[in-house]
């Protein structure tokens, strides 16, 4: 009985170790075809990691990470001061466009809040306070943070925000960027791209945004590709390596 039940865990760890940053979703039969059980071993093993919630099953029968996996990954101590990384990239977009450039981490309750920020030496400026804390469901950064939240944890935000549609996620996840012009906040145009761990975890974003007059005159295109590249240098930092295409 025991060995029994070494092996069941053996085959339930393969299962879960299936799943990373570039394909988050799995029907039955892929997981099959990728460990090598049959699809009455694979069911019942699948069976008892949703009911632990370790996964979860969406309604097109796919499975994905589910909520007590979240968790785990969540209280993982890190021992990387997020911060100390990402100041001198905040400071070296400020430099460039002299805009104020932010990081933001989620927090609970679906908000996001500002963990560093370097203001921009202008007159007339976006403000942006470390501590602030604001809706995960507003903003450039709030729709990066929220485009790359666990399945479960976006569809339920987005059952409750349906200004918010999956298919505008998925190009933001696509893209690798998103970009808000005065629609939460009149006159403020903000680019902002997400930060990933060496898991392949969305654990943060950064932002640059100012002033629509006068941000929109740069070329949107050399602000999308100074954010990007930046946010993929820290992650690069963070032990990350393979840059996600879309988790679906």
């Known amino acids: 009985m025991k060995e029994l039940s070494v092996r069941a865990l053996e085959r339930g760890l393969k299962i879960l170790s299936l799943f990373n940053s570039t394909q988050q979703h799995f029907s039955l039969k892929e997981i099959c075809d990728a460990t090598g ?20 099953k969406d309604s097109n029968k796919k499975y994905t990470l589910g909520i007590q996996l979240i968790k785990l990954m969540e209280s993982q101590d890190s021992k990387t001061d997020l911060r100390h990384i990402v100041y001198p990239f905040l400071e070296n977009m400020r430099d460039m466009f002299n805009e104020t450039a932010s990081l933001y981490i989620p927090a609970s309750n679906n908000k996001r809040v500002c963990t560093e920020s370097v203001q921009s030496w202008q007159a ?3 403000t942006v306070e470390t501590g602030e804390i604001l809706p995960m469901t507003q903003g450039a950064i709030g729709y990066v943070l929220l485009a790359w939240q666990p399945y479960p944890i976006r569809q339920e935000i987005l059952a409750e925000h349906t200004e918010i549609s999956a298919e505008q996620l998925a190009t933001i996840r696509q893209e690798g960027f998103a970009i808000n012009d005065g ?7 903000a680019i902002a791209a997400p930060i990933f761990n060496n898991h392949g975890q969305c654990i943060a974003g950064i932002a640059l945004s100012g002033p629509s007059a006068r941000l929109g005159r740069t070329a949107i295109t050399e602000l999308i590709r100074v954010v990007k590249s930046n946010s993929y240098a820290i992650s690069k930092l963070l032990g990350f390596r393979a840059y996600p295409v879309s988790p679906a």
């Open 37 to 56: 059980l049959s699809d009455s071993t694979a069911s019942r093993l699948l069976m008892t990691l949703v009911a632990q919630g370790f996964l979860y």
């Open 124 to 126: 007339l400026r976006r």
């Open 183 to 189: 629609i939460h906040e009149h006159g403020v145009l």
